[in-house]
């Protein structure tokens, strides 16, 4: 979803290798889905690195965060709106947060909705730029080990158990670490991917530099999300992209069953 990653409602990265995509370019036994304009996507954070007054909120998007945290005499400012998914709320031990509900794949299908998308997902790759600090220019970050499980009744759910963001500032590690579930409904052609709405969310994500853990901010329900992406779907094997240059792959898994 772009819980994709300005800071996981953030920009993204370029595309990505999927299946057979017109327009998109050749990579191995994939090809690159064209980004379109308009949609959001990725995580959108800033942290100040000196010890200026507060810096403005940057908004991040699906899968994206939002965090606001004083750290010594610095302050740092994150608004994630949960790119790649629906968002969130407070974060829980990876043993108490619920699995995605299973439903019966006699379920009826929304009309209009592609089959190949239904079913459930890990993500195996992703990227997105991000805005970790005020003061700095975006950051690309990656990460893997995103659930989703898509309903045929255009419900959904998102899965984040320590899915970790990591990238590099200046030769110091920076890490995004996302926990919880989010529901969320959506709707599909067989282009373009629509988040309608996070309906209800757990999930948080915890940012780190150097320094250690400087905020912790939990995701928010959005009932008028409709957060817009490109991806391309074939058999075991999906891709999503958005102009904002987030970019994910994904692999199907059996968790509720394969309806492709």
């Known amino acids: 979803m772009s819980n994709r990653v300005a800071l996981y409602e953030p920009s993204r990265p370029a595309t990505i290798p999927v299946g057979p995509h017109r327009g998109g ?12 304009r308009g949609g959001p996507g990725q995580y959108h954070g800033t942290v100040s690195d000196s010890s200026r007054p507060p810096a403005k909120s940057v908004v991040v998007s699906l899968f994206a965060v939002a965090a606001t ?4 005499a610095s302050v740092l400012t ?4 949960a790119k790649a998914g629906p968002s969130r709320g407070s974060a829980a031990e990876s043993g108490e947060r619920p699995s995605p509900t299973p439903r019966e794949s006699g379920q009826p299908r929304a009309a209009g909705l ?5 079913g459930s997902w890990l993500t195996v790759e992703e990227q997105s730029m991000v805005k970790f600090y ?5 950051i690309l970050f990656s990460s893997s080990g995103r659930h989703y499980e898509f309903r045929p009744d255009g419900t959904g759910t998102e899965r984040q158990d320590n899915v970790t963001l990591t990238g590099t500032h200046q030769g110091n590690e920076l890490k995004i670490v996302a926990n919880g579930t989010n529901e969320f409904k959506w709707k599909a052609t067989d282009k373009q991917l629509t988040y309608l709405s996070r309906t209800n969310t757990t999930i948080t994500y915890s940012f780190y530099d150097q320094r250690g853990l ?3 901010q939990p995701q928010e329900a ?7 992406d490109d991806y391309a779907c074939e058999g075991n094997q999906a891709a999503e992209t958005n102009p904002a240059g987030y970019r994910a792959r994904w692999a199907r898994t059996d968790g509720s069953g394969v309806y492709g």
Do not use: M, Y
């Open 25 to 36: 370019q050749q990579v191995g036994n994939f090809r690159t889905v064209p980004l379109r």
């Open 69 to 72: 945290a004083v750290v010594a």
């Open 78 to 81: 994150v608004v994630a709106v």
């Open 114 to 118: 592609p089959l190949c998308l239904v």
């Open 134 to 138: 005020n003061d700095a220019d975006p």
């Open 214 to 216: 400087i905020a912790t």
């Open 222 to 228: 959005k009932q008028d999300l409709n957060e817009v």
